[in-house]
């Protein structure tokens, strides 16, 4: 199996777990809706600079085999400057739901929660909003693998033009660059820098949106206002996929859990448990 399809045919597990505040439950459950950020957007500054970063290194390892092919590779290289104003949007889950480090990361002391959604449920939501699943890739060579496999079938694609009956040179360039980008956007959200390996994170990333799309919307940032994609979740309460809600370290475990579920209750959501992190409130 070649590296893409691998990435790309790996099966989500059973429930994948979204790491939030008490903010992030009330909005997600009275709104039906998941915020995915568009990735310039991210918290780590650099998420999308690390898959253009790796694919400018190994461009930069490819010796051309004809003028042509020398042309199409500097075509690439440029394409990657203007590539990271392209719009794409994430949404992050977990394969672990609870970990430390992510609530340290994503919570407020005291106040953190984990949904737990089914993969499942979550599939045909995507489809309908043009969304997509991808495990992140961490190792270096693995991420090495894809992107050279992009680069090589375009490479393939480009001479095969070059061999038939198709217009020139010029047209053959335009057209294998976007067909590039286009595979590109897709895989390189799920690049991510080793050292976030532990989180073992799964994205639903979004095919480009416009600007202009109905469900884009933004929300107030730190220093700026933060786009991002209303992921819709169902029409109704009953139809959310959760499966299940860890509460965060908490001083107050037991007012916790009977607030928590006295909402769900309330809001006519249906889930199968509600449960505390094993890990003590003193050390997050």
């Known amino acids: 199996m070649d590296a893409i399809s691998e990435l790309f045919g790996k099966k989500p597990p059973e429930t994948l777990y979204h790491y939030t505040s008490q903010a992030g439950v009330l909005g997600i459950i009275s709104k039906r809706f998941l915020r995915a950020t568009s990735i310039h957007y991210m918290n780590d500054a650099r998420e999308f600079a690390h898959a253009v970063e790796i694919t400018r290194s190994i461009l930069s390892l490819y010796e051309p085999a004809s003028e042509e092919e020398a042309h199409l590779l500097e075509w690439l290289r440029g394409v990657l400057e203007s ?11 977990s394969e672990n739901g609870d970990l430390l480090s992510q609530w340290r990361a994503y919570c407020p002391k005291g106040s953190g929660y984990v949904i737990g959604f089914d993969s499942e449920k979550l599939l045909p939501l995507m489809q309908r909003q043009d969304f997509f699943f991808a495990p992140c890739v961490y190792n270096r060579t693995d991420q090495g693998r894809i992107v050279s496999q992009l680069i090589d079938e375009v490479l393939r694609k480009f001479q095969a033009g070059m061999e038939s009956d198709t217009p020139g040179e010029e047209d053959l360039l335009k057209k294998h660059s976007l067909s590039f980008v286009a595979q590109f956007l897709i895989v390189a959200p799920a690049l991510k820098d080793p050292s976030f390996s532990e989180e073992r994170e799964w994205r639903m990333i979004s095919k ?19 786009p991002h994609f209303e992921f819709s979740i169902g029409d109704s309460p009953k139809e959310i996929p959760i499966t299940e809600v860890i509460i965060g370290p908490t001083p107050h475990p037991e007012l916790a859990q009977s607030s928590l579920t006295s909402y769900l209750s309330s809001q006519g959501v249906r889930w199968k448990h509600v449960s505390h992190s094993r890990i003590p409130y003193r050390e997050v």
């Open 83 to 93: 590539i990271e104003q392209i719009n794409v949007h994430v949404f992050s889950l």
């Open 208 to 226: 480009h949106v416009s600007v202009k799309h109905p469900q884009m919307a933004h929300r107030q940032g730190t220093s700026m206002l933060i």
